[in-house]
Antibody, heavy 122, light 110 residues
């Protein structure tokens, strides 16, 4: 079964850190770029970051640049998002999503996880 | 960058066709054929409906079609069915390896 499963969300105080994980199964994880996308409560989708299939290239939305770090361990079929200096506006459900085409970016997300909820509040 | 502009809501009766617009700029929608569309039911993960402006992934009904003209992309759903009631989001590559989504459109099937 092709799937992505996120974990690591929770309630955290402003300024603190959190690390999210995304475990992949049912497909060759090391062949595709993977993205993080978030959705604030009652709001639309916001792209957060992408990492290339081999982890050599990483790109971020301006809203998280310098605070968030995306990484992957292809030997463990797992994607990560290290979130530092968290702000109230980072409160959202964070989902990982696979880029459709192997070894390339078409910025179309064909497999999504169910998401993990992050709440930043004092 | 601002979100792509979508109507907040659209509605239609079963069997009818509706079109959802997605307006960007010459820096995103207008410059790249990398527009995708997603359907999201409440509490569910988004589902890819269209990629690269007009292409349907395997398993997506041909009732869903899409196009682009200038800085505006459009999603058309024909033969509306109750199960089509959902939120729809457009998405575009915006250069410099960044991605931008639309604000979302709530489709109501009357």
């Amino acid at each position: 079964q092709v799937q992505l499963v996120e974990s690591g969300g929770g309630v955290v105080q402003p300024g603190r850190s959190l690390r999210l994980s995304c475990a992949a199964s049912g497909f060759t994880f090391s062949s595709n770029a993977i993205h993080w996308v978030r959705q604030a409560p009652g709001k639309g989708l916001e792209w957060v970051a992408v990492i290339s299939y081999d982890g050599s290239n990483k790109y971020y939305a301006d809203s998280v640049k310098g605070r968030f770090t995306i990484s992957r361990d292809n030997s463990k079929n797992t994607l990560y998002l290290q979130m530092n200096s968290l702000r109230a506006e980072d409160t959202a459900v964070y989902s990982c999503a696979r880029d459709l085409v192997s070894y390339y970016y078409v910025y179309a997300f064909d497999i999504w996880g169910q998401g993990t909820k992050v709440t930043v509040s004092s | 960058q601002s979100a792509l502009t979508q109507p907040a809501s659209v509605s239609g009766s079963p069997g009818q066709s509706i079109t959802i617009s997605c307006t960007g700029t010459s820096s995103d929608v207008g410059s790249y054929n990398l527009v995708s569309w997603y359907q999201q039911h409440p509490g569910k993960a988004p589902k890819l409906m269209i990629y690269e402006v007009t292409k349907r992934p395997s398993g997506i009904s041909n009732r869903f079609s899409a196009s682009k003209s200038g800085n505006t992309a459009s999603l058309t759903i024909s033969g509306l069915q109750g199960e089509d009631e959902a939120d729809y989001y457009c998405c575009s590559y915006a250069g410099s390896t960044t991605v931008i989504f639309g604000g979302g459109t709530k489709l109501t099937v009357l």
